[in-house]
């Protein structure tokens, strides 16, 4: 999951609910239009508070694998580190095309998807360019707009729906 910061508690939540949902990574993204943006000096104590909430959320939910947290990187950044074969799928709003329902999904057990998620202002023109040149694909979770927080339980739960993980 590659998370956009989000502002509060809706961070702490995303890796709580992520982590329940068995998500195997989580990177925070400093996009452009994110309201939140971590001082260099709180960002060690940032990651250690948000790998104890994904180590009491696996805990809670029986997950045998907690996922690692990244430090904090731009788009641009962490696509640059797409292994390559994986899956990248940016979800952005109010646009015609593929959803998560109709997207073509790895076969195999080894493929790997990246879901990235925009801010609360959602993605700047410029960061679906760089991710669509990056060969990410661009995709809705429908007609809604859903907050950011949202669109990540629901972009993971319908991907692990598919993949045969849940329900």
Same mark, same amino acid.
């Given at each position: 999951?590659?998370?956009?910061?989000?502002?509060?508690?809706?961070?702490?939540?995303?890796?709580?609910?992520?982590?329940?949902?068995?998500?195997?990574?989580?990177?925070?993204?400093?996009?452009?239009?994110?309201?939140?943006?971590?001082?260099?000096?709180?960002?060690?104590?940032?990651?250690?508070?948000?790998?104890?909430?994904?180590? +009491?959320? $696996? #805990?809670?939910? *029986? %997950?045998?694998?907690?996922?690692? @947290?990244?430090?904090? &990187?731009?788009?641009?950044?962490?696509?640059?580190?797409?292994?390559?074969?994986?899956?990248?799928?940016?979800?952005?709003?109010?646009?015609?095309?593929?959803?998560?329902?109709?997207?073509?999904?790895?076969?195999?057990?080894?493929?790997?998807?990246?879901?990235?998620?925009?801010?609360?202002?959602?993605?700047?023109? +410029?960061? $679906? #360019?760089?991710? *669509? %040149?990056?060969?990410?694909?661009? @995709?809705?979770?429908? &007609?809604?707009?859903?907050?950011?927080?949202?669109?990540?339980?629901?972009?993971?739960?319908?991907?692990?729906?598919?993949?045969?993980?849940?329900?």
């Amino acid at each position: 999951l590659g998370q956009s910061l989000l502002k509060g508690e809706k961070m702490d939540w995303v890796i709580q609910k992520a982590t329940e949902l068995g998500v195997s990574e989580i990177v925070p993204i400093e996009s452009q239009h994110s309201v939140v943006q971590l001082k260099a000096d709180r960002v060690d104590h940032q990651l250690a508070r948000w790998q104890r909430i994904a180590l +009491e959320a $696996a #805990q809670q939910s *029986e %997950q045998w694998r907690i996922p690692t @947290i990244a430090k904090p &990187q731009s788009l641009s950044v962490l696509l640059t580190s797409v292994a390559t074969g994986m899956l990248t799928l940016m979800l952005v709003e109010r646009r015609d095309g593929k959803s998560l329902q109709t997207v073509n999904l790895p076969q195999d057990a080894t493929g790997s998807i990246l879901v990235l998620i925009g801010p609360e202002g959602g993605w700047s023109q +410029e960061e $679906a #360019q760089i991710a *669509e %040149q990056a060969g990410s694909r661009l @995709i809705t979770c429908g &007609q809604h707009i859903l907050r950011s927080e949202t669109a990540a339980i629901a972009a993971i739960s319908i991907l692990q729906s598919r993949l045969g993980e849940l329900g």
